[in-house]
Each structure stands twice: as C-alpha cells, then as structure tokens.
C-alpha cells in the first residue's frame, strides 16, 4: 500500500523536472553528509496519516539558478517544496483514500535521523537532498497476540567466562548492511554510472550492524559530525554477540 513518502517520491521527481531549469532527474541515493549551510523545511501532515516530513537539501544548490535567473532561490525551494507536500497529501488520497492534509509547513535547520537520501542532478552538477518521514496512519484496533521472540533477543549481561578477559582488547571489523539483493551475472556486468539498484529493504526497517558473520545489533542510521553513525534500538544476546569472534580464526 502506498505511503506518504511514495507519494512524495513520485510527486517531487515530477514537478521538480517540470520546475527547474534543465529537467533535472531525481532518483534515490544512499545518504550523503551535506556540508555547511545546507537548509530545509517541515511540513506537519494531519487527518488519517499523522506526522512530520522533513527536506534537508545540500546548500551549494542555491549557487544555481534552477528556478530562474533573479530570484530568491532559497524562497523559491521552500514554495517548491510546500507544492510537493501538498501535492503528495492530494496523491495518497487519490491513490488509497488516506485523507491528509499539510497543517504547518516552516523551516528546519536539520535532521539528526535520516529515512531517505535522493540525488538531484542536472548535467554535471549534482546535489544532495535528505529526507526523514515521520508520517505514519494510525494502526488499525487489533486484538493482542502471542508475543514473538525478536530475531536479536536481548538479555542482561551475563558474567565473562574464565579467559575471555583476555580477548577484549581485541579490534574487531563492524559493518553496516543496508541491505541485498541477488542479481544475474548479465545485469551487474551492465551496471554504469547512474543506475540505482534496489535493495531487498525499506528505507524506514533497521540496517544490521555486522561483526563477522554475525548480526550483533540493528539500529537506525543517524549523522554524527558529518560522518554516519548507528543509533541501536536492538542488540544480540552476550553468547551471540561473543559467537562474532569466530572470524578471528
């Protein structure tokens, strides 16, 4: 079922082609720390999907005319945008019945968490535009079911086995996954510049937090000084997080 932030995907690659100077294409991207003086706007969506949306875009844009030469472009973004949000509330009615409407729209200095990124790019000038959707419609009454055991059980922490002291010094490689997909030989030999290969996972589920070959927590992905950090909303159990060091031998 569409969302608020699809519809907002959909309607914005549309107007903003229609809108700014040389039909710039906008296609989703992984996310990008934005530099100084990047800016943005919130709008607050009520009626049967609640919450906050917000746009941060990378700052450098407002050195490009793209909504034409002698106007205030930072002004002329936040219309822009207000249009989208709008048109986006308009589009999930359409599409699935979801009354919603933009009650507030004002400026953000920033978002610490971040939903989605996108990349607005128009010749050889490309910029960075950062979503976070807080837009949610209510759950629907549903009567309580058997609790289910998470996939990263959590327990408190257990005492460290005789020697295991020992090891905790040890620097250990930790990644992210953001997520996978299988492809056939032909398409990755095809991959170029500027194709987007879509993941087995949405923007708004937990990315994996990966030593070895083991998932020790899940969190969401935040900015930290301009450089990516994890927020952990889950962690493995001590005997699976202590499985992980398997990798060193």
């Known amino acids: 079922m569409k969302t608020y932030f699809d519809c907002w995907a959909g309607v914005a690659a549309d107007l903003f082609a229609q809108a700014l100077a040389g039909e710039p294409r906008l296609t989703e991207s992984?996310?990008?720390?934005?530099?100084?003086?990047?800016?943005?706007f919130a709008a607050t969506?009520?009626?049967?999907?609640?919450?906050?949306?917000?746009?941060?875009?990378?700052?450098?844009?407002l050195e490009s005319p793209l909504l034409g030469e002698g106007i205030?472009?930072?002004?002329?973004?936040?219309?822009?945008l207000r249009e989208v949000a709008d048109a986006a509330a308009g589009e999930l009615l359409s599409k699935t019945g979801t009354k919603c409407k933009v009650a507030l729209f004002e400026e953000t200095s920033g978002e610490s968490k971040i939903s989605a990124a996108f990349e607005l790019k128009?010749?050889?000038?490309?910029?960075?535009?950062?979503?976070?959707?807080?837009?949610?419609?209510?759950a629907p009454a549903i009567e309580p079911e058997?609790?289910?055991?998470?996939?990263?059980?959590?327990?408190p922490a257990a005492a460290l086995s005789p020697g295991l002291d020992?090891?905790?010094?040890?620097?250990?490689e930790a990644s992210l996954?953001?997520?996978?997909?299988?492809?056939?030989?032909s398409e990755i030999l095809d991959l170029?510049?500027?194709?987007?290969?879509?993941?087995?996972?949405?923007?708004?589920?937990p990315v994996d937090l990966i030593v070895g070959d083991k998932i020790v927590a899940r969190g969401e992905v935040v900015l930290v000084n301009g450089n990516f950090g994890l927020r952990v909303t889950e962690v493995a159990t001590p005997r699976r997080r202590l499985e992980s060091i398997r990798c060193l031998f």
């Open 45 to 61: 969506v009520s009626g049967d999907a609640q919450g906050r949306f917000a746009v941060v875009i990378d700052g450098s844009i």
């Open 177 to 185: 996954r953001f997520g996978c997909r299988e492809m056939p030989l």
């Open 30 to 40: 992984l996310p990008k720390p934005l530099a100084a003086g990047s800016f943005g």
């Open 122 to 138: 128009s010749g050889d000038a490309a910029w960075t535009i950062l979503v976070r959707d807080e837009v949610r419609a209510p």
């Open 166 to 172: 020992l090891l905790l010094d040890v620097e250990l």
């Open 192 to 205: 170029g510049p500027g194709d987007v290969v879509q993941l087995d996972r949405h923007v708004s589920d």
């Open 72 to 80: 205030d472009q930072r002004a002329g973004w936040g219309e822009l």
């Open 146 to 155: 058997p609790s289910v055991p998470s996939v990263l059980p959590t327990s």
